[in-house]
């Protein structure tokens, strides 16, 4: 019904950059707030960025001011642009979308994850 496909990852070298895309296809009536996640081997799930329909953007400590989300609502597409990469940055990073579903002469909101991508940022 709604698909979240990702491209972009791959082996970088520290302080490296990396540029994540993420395109929304399916029956969509409009898409929300979009989001980048990310798991390392042995943790859990975290926050990288998030941005709304608006355009407001999120980011945690870890990743502010080397990372910038950004997305096109024309073309249903979130993208990561991630610089300055370290080591710990390695993980599986995942897109996250909230999308409104029709539902008869209303709509609903759902939630939707991407398969996932791998960065590894290594020497």
């Known amino acids: 019904q709604v698909q979240l496909v990702e491209s972009g990852g791959g082996l970088v070298q520290p302080g490296g950059s990396l540029r994540l895309s993420c395109a929304a296809s399916?029956?969509?009536?409009?898409?929300?707030?979009m989001g980048w996640y990310r798991q390392a081997p042995g943790k859990q799930r975290e926050l990288v960025a998030t941005i709304t329909s608006g355009g407001s953007t999120n980011y945690p400590d870890s990743v502010k001011g080397r990372f910038t989300i950004s997305r096109d609502n024309a073309k249903n597409a979130v993208y990561l642009q991630m610089s300055s990469l370290k080591p710990e940055d390695t993980a599986v990073y995942y897109c996250n979308a909230e999308i409104f579903l029709r539902v008869g002469r209303s709509t609903d909101l759902y939630d939707y994850w991407g398969q996932g991508t791998q960065v590894t940022v290594s020497s």
């Open positions: 399916g029956s969509i009536f409009s898409i929300h707030a």
